[in-house]
């Protein structure tokens, strides 16, 4: 059992563990933040581990997608966005293993875990990147879901996460103005080039509904995460809100939405059902670029090597040169 702060070691009677549990569920209730050195029920520290680390992780391997077209970006504009936008992933990344690592892991563990293949990250980033609109509907599409995701944990329970969460969402608001922008310019562009944003709208559109999780029946936290106010809404309200503001978008492009099932009921976009076994297929490593990522990622770590012990040396050297003087 987890105790009040990191460092305390007596193990706590039944009585004790009653009274924290339920200076803990107050404190959720009246929405006040659960700090690192607060106590915290196990169940709630490994809910907020596995979830920060598999969106850290999301973040990193979601920098290969795009990281593919930096070096056949169009033209010198395109490209110098699309290397902030890589790069502002690399950023999220480290905020949220920081988070992670305040509730007791390192980032060392998590790496490892993604790089051996046992941790999860998001389905999303195991499609391919094809052609160079598949870049504008990963900012429209993809940063649009994560935005309709991600905004509502600026306001989870855990303070760490939710602070790492506010400065997240305002870089991924321009990502997706951005990945918008470039819809816009394919969209009002050549027959071709409508061609391309028509096909990338084609491939990206139903992997972004997955993005939200499997449907509330099926979501094996959603019930926990909400009570501790981690999740503010559920997988399908987050995945419906998503198709009602971009429905509209894109018939401001002129494009179509790849789902004979969409109509309007005058209130919501009503949509038809993601292909559920292909997600599950993404999630236990059989999507199309499942094995490619991973190898992407442990081949980025293995060259990597000498800049680690590079930090290590360097360090080591400002502490013994501080030691000495
Ligand atoms: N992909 O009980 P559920 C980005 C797993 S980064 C893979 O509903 P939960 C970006 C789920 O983990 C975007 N796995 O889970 C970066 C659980 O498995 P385990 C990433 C998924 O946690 C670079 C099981 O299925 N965003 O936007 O209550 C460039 C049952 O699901 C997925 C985040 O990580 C999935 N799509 O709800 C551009 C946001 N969906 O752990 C853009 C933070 C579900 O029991 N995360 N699973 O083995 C969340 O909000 C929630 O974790 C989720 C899932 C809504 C994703």
Redesign the pocket.
């Known amino acids: 059992m987890y105790t009040q702060g990191l460092d305390q070691t007596e193990p706590l009677g039944e009585d004790d563990l009653s009274r924290l549990s339920e200076r803990f569920e107050s404190k959720v209730a009246a929405e006040q933040k659960v700090e690192p050195t607060d106590w915290m029920p196990d169940a709630y520290r490994t809910?907020l581990t596995?979830?920060?680390a598999?969106?850290a992780h999301?973040?990193i391997?979601?920098?290969l997608?795009?990281g593919n077209w930096l070096s056949r970006a169009p033209s010198l504009r395109r490209k110098g966005i699309l290397l902030a936008?890589?790069q502002d992933?690399a950023g999220?990344g480290l905020y949220l293993y920081s988070a992670a690592e305040t509730l007791g892991v390192t980032r060392d563990e998590l790496v490892e875990q993604l790089l051996a293949g046992t941790a999860?990250?998001?389905?999303?980033?195991n499609y391919p990147t094809l052609q160079w609109a598949d870049v504008g509907a990963?900012?429209w599409l993809?940063?649009g879901?994560?935005i309709m995701?991600?905004v509502p944990?600026c306001r989870c329970s855990y303070g760490p996460y939710a602070r790492a969460m506010v400065r997240i969402c305002r870089e991924?608001s321009f990502?997706q103005r951005q990945g918008f922008e470039v819809m816009t310019v394919l969209a009002q562009g050549s027959p071709a080039q409508r061609a391309m944003a028509q096909d990338a709208l084609d491939r990206w559109w139903w992997p972004s509904l997955?993005?939200?999780?499997?449907p509330?029946a099926?979501?094996?936290?959603?019930d926990r995460?909400m009570r501790w106010k981690?999740?503010r809404f559920t997988?399908d309200e987050?995945r419906q809100k998503f198709v009602d503001m971009t429905v509209p978008q894109a018939h401001y492009l002129g494009l179509t939405i790849p789902d004979p099932d969409l109509s309007y009921d005058g209130e919501y976009w009503r949509f038809g059902e993601p292909d559920w076994a292909e997600?599950k297929r993404?999630?236990t490593g059989d999507g199309p670029c499942n094995r490619e990522r991973l190898a992407a990622r442990n081949k980025a770590h293995d060259d990597g090597a000498w800049v680690r012990e590079a930090a290590v040396a360097h360090a080591d050297k400002k502490r013994a040169r501080a030691v000495a003087s």
């Open positions: 809910l596995r979830q920060i598999q969106h999301s973040e391997v979601g920098m997608p795009e936008k890589v992933e999220h999860k990250y998001s389905s999303i980033f990963i900012g993809v940063d879901a994560a995701n991600q944990l991924e990502h997955m993005m939200f999780g499997p509330d099926e979501s094996t936290h959603n995460s981690v999740k997988n987050l997600f993404v999630l």
